[in-house]
């Protein structure tokens, strides 16, 4: 059984910075693609951003150019780099690792306010 723990949310100003970290219980590049959703309260799960086995990344419209997915093997973590945050980008964020089954953390609140 695959676990995924989700840190590094908080409380942050708009136009501030996050880093939000995925440990895994299992070695990351045995996915095929490592991912980071975002649910916002009364909304639907959406996509946020998503990094291959072989590093290719993609993003969300919304996300472009503010966020940054990346993944450290070593560690067996994938992390992701959000700037210039709006109250948009409020939700609880959720990392995802697919492979023969998909696998979600629990997730970790990120709420935008001043």
């Known amino acids: 059984q695959v676990q995924l723990a989700e840190s590094g949310g908080g409380l942050v100003q708009p136009g501030g910075s996050l880093r939000l970290s995925c440990a895994a219980s299992?070695?990351?590049?045995?996915?095929?693609?490592m991912a980071w959703y975002r649910q916002a309260p009364g909304e639907q799960r959406e996509f946020v951003a998503v990094?291959?086995?072989?590093?290719?990344?993609n993003y969300a419209d919304s996300v472009k150019g503010r966020f940054t997915i990346s993944g450290d093997n070593a560690k067996n973590a994938v992390y992701l780099q959000m700037n210039s945050l709006k109250p948009e980008d409020t939700a609880v964020y959720f990392c995802?690792?697919?492979?023969?089954?998909?696998?979600w953390g629990r997730g970790t609140q990120v709420t935008v306010s001043s």
């Open positions: 995802q690792a697919s492979g023969a089954r998909a696998y």
């Open positions: 299992k070695n990351i590049v045995s996915f095929d693609y």
């Open positions: 990094i291959t086995s072989g590093g290719s990344t």
